[in-house]
């Protein structure tokens, strides 16, 4: 028989009950007792779907209070020393209190993992970190577990991917020389799995698909050595890439088995066939475990007969990773078209493919049925006048290198758009949002409901609109924005104009924390069938002579933040989607829009996870933002905003770009990321962000006017622009009217400088 498993089940509950549970205990509207009730609910429940689809483990471990990596740091008894927790007593909330700070200290850092928009509470590491003490809730998962019966597979961050996700405070400080005390611990995890029979014991190493120094590569054989030699067997765990290149490498260490992404890297499988040992077990993961498409069954068993055949008991099915990454269950979907429907799988639907592959390879007969089901629902998504569409086909195969490209060169159409502008050296600007208030989110809901009419709806917004122009005005900034009061979120707003965008009510998944996004799924051809913000641009405009920004979401970000088709190259769905944002460009140019900001925070999150992948993405993706802007005129100013950090490594791309002014945040790191934009001789110009928006705190003018200082040291003063780090929508209006006074006033201080030294 062939084996079944899965790497990992959604924690948060097809309702979200643990989000609710968890800040419901935030809260103190309810106590532990009740949050950890909840949890082992949705525990039991999880493990009991995977059992009742036959799977042959369920998988324990992947449920986490917070975050899996916070859990593994409170399992290792890692806990950052300067909370001053006794890691052998920590209790639930002083683990939240890592995760969200405290009166005297703040979180533990969070970042994406890997190439996902699930993110991580980073390990902090000192020299002295002993990997002991460390909390028993992990193994009490694991006995709740083998009480109910079932088969057991624990799961665990393996040590390599543990450490690499790991930083520390002290300079020159190498985390790898704790290798051997982390290995030590994790044998000592290990060895207590086995005093409860526990056979399998999958240690998850996503780290092996990125880039790995020698170094990194010595210290996966040293651990495996070690932690081989248990006498449990271990299943080494990669995904999101290939992991091809260390194959021989791996085939030597003393573990039982290996699992592979062959959704994302179909390609290693021949590597890992030729040096794979007797001994070794090959988990196949087939499904895609990032994605909501139903999986194409029979395309999938068809290569794996051979395998089989080779392999026999020693190949297992599996997802590709996973199953965080995607919803919980279709059946929370009232609302979604039924043919939709049924082209979808979340993570429940998963269980059930992942049986049906195993049963194909053991009794095709058996497998037959759901096979052809497969099947059918495969062809009605090819078939559908719903997915592919003749005049978006036929606008994608007529786009030339020209309407990728402005007519003139930045320094051409900068000196058109100052004479047309006419604004002021160190010109003032906002980012888009304006705070979104109680009253603009119930206004919203209450028309989403249906609650309040189309008219009464547009006053409302109009009001809003107005009012953040006068007080755009009050306040004497230059280049005005209309507020944004309408829109949800950046990606929802325009996906619910456009064609091929579908919207779940149900398909959450978490982000951070109790924190879960619902990602609007990308089906069919992009195509806006008709304006999305003219209107309001017009109206924002009209109440003003001062230049009105047109703000909307560009084609890569739109593309990040969606579930993707999967029947097209990304890099063509991001065409369409460019196509879409242009014709809206060109229109609100007609509208009279003289300045339009396309925002791509998301440009940066699809680099792929190996460095050697970069320049095609990075290539596509900047054509797309290229061909959204490129259909207006040299005197039409376009903006791009992207809310981080790190440039340094594709700077050429976002020169690509060839946007006129890019707005990008860096007050908290004090201009430090400026210096690679200084020092690769960015050519455009560009707003570093001096107002951390993240914070209620309103920063001082003294405090604006250093960093402006600072960021004149590094870019010519006649190419910055002076704005926020990022849109305001999360702040509230008085602490957002004094900071943008104490930016403007900074910005004029430094004009009349400047003037004076010119
Ligand atoms: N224009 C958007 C806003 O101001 C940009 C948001 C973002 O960069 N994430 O809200
Ligand atoms: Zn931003």
Not at 186 to 201: F, Q, S, T
Not at 285 to 294: A, E, M, Y
Not at 619 to 625: D, G, M, T
Request: aromatic residues 8%; contains cysteine.
């Amino acid at each position: 028989m062939t084996r079944t498993h899965i790497l990992g089940f959604p924690r948060v509950g097809a309702q979200r009950e643990l989000k609710f549970a968890q800040e419901a205990f935030w809260r103190a509207e309810a106590d532990e007792g009740h949050l950890r009730e909840v949890a082992s609910t949705l525990r039991a429940r999880h493990w009991q779907l995977q059992r009742a689809a036959g799977l042959d483990f369920v998988t324990v471990g992947d449920f986490a209070y917070y975050d899996q990596m916070l859990g593994m740091s409170a399992l290792l008894g890692a806990l950052p020393q300067r909370f001053g927790f006794d890691p052998a007593t920590l209790t639930l909330a002083q683990y939240y209190e890592l995760a969200r700070g405290n009166a005297a200290q703040p979180a533990m850092e969070m970042t994406k993992w890997f190439d996902t928009n699930y993110h991580y509470l980073v390990p902090e590491l000192a020299p002295d970190t002993t990997f002991d003490g460390g909390v028993d809730w992990f193994f009490d998962e694991v006995d709740e577990a083998l009480g109910l019966g079932m088969r057991v597979k624990p799961v665990l961050v393996g040590p390599l991917t543990y450490l690499r996700l790991a930083k520390s405070h002290v300079a020159g400080f190498d985390r790898l020389s704790l290798l051997p005390r982390l290995v030590n611990r994790y044998v000592r995890i290990i060895d207590a799995l086995k005093a409860r029979g526990v056979e399998w014991v999958q240690l998850d190493e996503p780290a092996l698909c990125v880039d790995l120094e020698p170094e990194w590569l010595d210290a996966l054989s040293l651990a495996y050595e070690a932690i081989g030699a248990c006498g449990v067997s271990v299943l080494l765990a990669t995904y999101f890439e290939t992991a091809a290149d260390h194959a021989a490498r791996i085939a030597k260490l003393p573990i039982q088995g290996v699992h592979l992404d062959l959704v994302r890297a179909p390609g290693q499988l021949d590597a890992w066939r030729a040096v794979l040992p007797q001994r070794m077990v090959l988990s196949a993961g087939v499904v895609d475990g990032r994605n909501i498409w139903r999986a194409d069954l029979r395309a999938i068993v068809e290569p794996l007969q051979v395998l089989r055949a080779e392999l026999g008991e020693r190949l297992w099915i599996a997802p590709s990773c996973s199953l965080l990454h995607v919803p919980v269950s279709l059946d929370g979907e009232r609302k979604l078209d039924a043919e939709l429907k049924s082209w979808l799988a979340f993570a429940t639907e998963k269980l059930d493919e992942i049986r049906t592959i195993a049963l194909a390879l053991d009794d095709a007969r058996a497998a037959e049925p759901a096979l052809a089901q497969a099947d059918a629902a495969r062809a009605s998504r090819r078939q559908s006048s719903a997915v592919v569409n003749a005049l978006v086909q036929k606008r994608v195969a007529a786009v030339t290198e020209a309407m990728a490209t402005r007519k003139r060169p930045f320094a051409e159409r900068n000196g058109l758009q100052r004479a047309a502008l006419k604004l002021p050296p160190l010109p003032t600007t906002t980012i888009g949002s304006f705070p979104q208030t109680p009253a603009i989110r119930q206004a919203r809901a209450a028309y989403k409901r249906g609650e309040v009419g189309a008219l009464d709806y547009l006053e409302r917004m109009r009001s809003e609109i107005e009012r953040a122009v006068r007080c755009q005005e009050a306040l004497d900034i230059d280049v005005l924005v209309h507020g944004e009061a309408e829109r949800n979120d950046m990606v929802e707003y325009f996906g619910e104009q456009l064609w091929g965008y579908a919207f779940t009510e149900n398909g959450w998944v978490q982000s951070y924390g109790s924190r879960c996004v619902k990602p609007p799924i990308i089906y069919g051809d992009v195509y806006r069938p008709e304006p999305m913000t003219v209107e309001t641009a017009k109206y924002a405009q009209s109440l003003t002579s001062r230049p009105v920004k047109g703000m909307l979401t560009g084609p890569v970000t739109m593309l990040q933040w969606s579930f993707v088709r999967d029947d097209q190259p990304r890099a063509t769905t991001a065409l369409q989607l460019a196509l879409a944002v242009r014709d809206e460009v060109v229109d609100l140019e007609k509208a009279g829009i003289r300045i339009i900001q396309i925002d791509e925070p998301a440009f940066r999150e699809g680099l792929p996870l190996r460095r050697g992948d970069w320049p095609a993405y990075l290539e596509w993706a900047a054509r797309a933002f290229r061909i959204s802007a490129a259909g207006v005129a040299d005197e039409t100013q376009i903006h791009t905003h992207m809310c981080y950090s790190e440039f340094n490594d594709i700077l050429p791309a976002i020169a690509e770009m060839d946007a006129d002014v890019i707005t990008i945040e860096t007050s908290r790191s004090a201009m430090e990321l400026l210096d690679g934009f200084g020092a690769f001789s960015y050519p455009n110009e560009i707003g570093p962000g001096v107002y951390d928006i993240h914070s209620p705190r309103v920063p001082t003018t003294e405090a604006i006017e250093r960093l402006l200082e600072r960021a004149c040291e590094v870019i010519p003063a006649e190419r910055l622009w002076v704005n926020p780090d990022c849109g305001l929508k999360t702040r509230g209006w008085p602490e957002t009217e004094a900071a943008l006074a104490n930016m403007v006033r900074a910005a004029k201080r430094l004009r009349e400088r400047l003037a004076v030294t010119a």
